[in-house]
């Protein structure tokens, strides 16, 4: 079955720390990845996606994410954490002409002063 | 300036009533989709549709009514026989293969 697992329900990081959100994957295809971000109260915001190429992939408000085959994941990294990183953070899998996403039950970040 | 726009932002319900939460984007995409949103439960699929005049069921589509007329429009009615309804509502549209982009939400309350 296609599934998108978010291990952390939250995580709390010091502002200036490093950061790393996980996601795993199952999927038989190959897959589209994505990590979108959600303020309260708002819709979702893409930060990154990886379809194929290097599999390091560069987002906005300095994200990162690595895809790693091998072990069906796809974390995402930042180096220094902001306080308006501060939100929760959904990792989805699609696939090649799919029209479904699927989400992963989102990891929600709080950033101590 | 493209984008999705839902309305209202608040919608309030009496049990047993009808309500239709609307979708509307301009960025020309052929697939739309609606998703309900709980605390802790990420995103259920609720109905999606491909093209115009053609939609599709999701994992949660009992209770849940939508109809495609224009490929610009896209709206959900919460029928009273949705047992909970209350919850957030997001639409979302996509270009192809390619990235979904979500709209602002609308966060339902049954009274």
């Known amino acids: 079955a296609q599934s998108v697992t978010q291990p952390d329900i939250h995580i709390t990081v010091s502002e200036g720390a490093s950061l790393e959100l996980r996601c795993n994957y199952s999927?038989?295809?190959?897959?589209?990845l994505f990590w979108y971000v959600q303020s309260p109260g708002q819709g979702l915001q893409l930060l990154l996606k990886?379809?194929?190429?290097?599999?390091l992939v560069q987002g906005i408000k300095g994200f990162e994410a690595e895809f790693k085959r091998s072990q069906s994941s796809f974390n995402l990294r930042k180096p220094s954490v902001h306080w308006s990183d501060a939100a929760e953070y959904f990792c989805?899998?699609?696939?090649?002409?799919?029209?479904?996403?699927?989400f992963g039950a989102g990891t929600r970040l709080f950033v101590k002063a | 300036d493209g984008g999705i726009t839902q309305s209202p932002k608040y919608l309030f319900r009496k049990e047993g009533q009808n309500v239709t939460l609307s979708c509307e984007q301009n960025?020309?995409?052929?697939?739309m989709y609606w998703y309900r949103q709980d605390p802790g439960q990420g995103l259920r699929l609720i109905y999606y549709?491909?093209?115009?005049?053609?939609?599709q069921k999701g994992d949660i589509a009992e209770g849940y009514s939508v109809s495609r007329e224009k490929k610009e429009s896209f709206p959900l009615t919460v029928t009273s026989a949705q047992k909970n309804p209350t919850a957030f509502y997001l639409c979302?549209?996509?270009?192809?293969?390619?990235?979904?982009?979500f709209g602002p939400g609308t966060r339902l309350t049954v009274l």
């Open positions: 549709s491909q093209i115009v005049n053609d939609f």
């Open positions: 960025l020309n995409h052929d697939a």
């Open positions: 989805a899998v699609g696939n090649t002409g799919g029209f479904k996403t699927i």
């Open positions: 999927y038989g295809a190959t897959p589209y």
């Open positions: 990886y379809f194929s190429g290097d599999t």
């Open positions: 979302a549209s996509k270009p192809g293969s390619d990235t979904q982009y």
